[in-house]
């Protein structure tokens, strides 16, 4: 539905059980790894939103998921195709209904799976930068212009979150916790990104730019007021390895 006017809707109670074995190891082990500080988690609404979440560790979609199955929603990741290749995790996304994002070939697979999803009354967590920041400061970097595609598409609200600490848990690259001393995992949800002007015309790649821009500055300054510290003028372009507008 679009325009901004949503269906108000209930996950069924058979999606819900498939949360029910993951969350029940999911939760203790964050818990006992981590300190986890969740900052105005109450602005998410409670009908259906889209996040858009800066990626620091392949550990904290488990930790933005935590946070937002903790207000009693349900969480749909948009992950990479791969993980659905492991066994047992394979079990785990499909019972708890993930949404698989084929890189190369996915045709907007994925952004119809989203918002089948958000008719359903589920929260879509959306990384706009594709992948773990290579910034090598660990700003979030420049994005892809999908997670405001979907909010324009469908008038859901699309909520910008920062977090900052869980990479000190697992950073990036690698597969070894660094549990000691004791971590804490802050996020920080902020106030919706204000897309009204770019509603109800054509997506043009213009108006999916401006969008993306935006969503991506809340993001930022989000993670700026976690770290404690301005970002800096210009993002980390992946394709160039560089910051843009840098000379």
């Known amino acids: 539905m679009n325009d901004g006017e949503r269906p108000i809707a209930q996950p069924s109670r058979g999606l819900r059980r498939g949360f029910v074995a993951p969350a029940a190891v999911v939760r203790p082990a964050l818990r006992a790894l981590v300190r986890q500080e969740w900052l105005h988690a109450e602005r998410i609404p409670r009908t259906g939103a889209i996040l858009a979440v800066n ?52 045709g907007g697979r994925s952004l119809a799976a989203a918002q089948a999803a958000l008719d359903e009354g589920r929260v879509i967590i959306v990384y706009p930068e594709g992948t773990v920041t290579r910034d090598p400061e660990g700003w979030p970097m420049s994005a892809r212009s999908g997670a405001v595609r979907l909010a324009l598409q469908t008038g859901a609200p699309l909520i ?28 920080l949800v902020g106030e919706p990104v204000d897309l009204d002007d770019l509603r109800g015309g054509p997506l043009t790649a213009a108006v999916l730019r401006v969008g993306t821009e935006r969503m991506m500055d809340a993001v930022t300054e989000l993670v700026a007021q976690l770290r404690g510290e301005p970002a800096p003028a210009w993002r980390w372009d992946l394709r160039t390895g560089r910051r843009e507008g840098a000379a």
Do not use: C
């Open 160 to 187: 910008p979150v920062g977090q900052w600490g869980m990479q000190e848990l697992l950073p990036y690259p690698g597969f070894r916790l660094s549990p000691f001393p004791r971590k804490t995992a802050r996020v």
């Open 55 to 106: 990626h620091i560790s392949e550990l904290d979609p488990l930790s933005v998921a935590h946070m937002v199955y903790n207000q009693g929603l349900l969480p749909a990741v948009l992950a990479k195709a791969e993980l659905w290749k492991v066994p047992v995790l394979r079990r785990v996304l499909q019972s708890t209904r993930m949404i698989p994002v084929e890189r190369s070939r996915d």
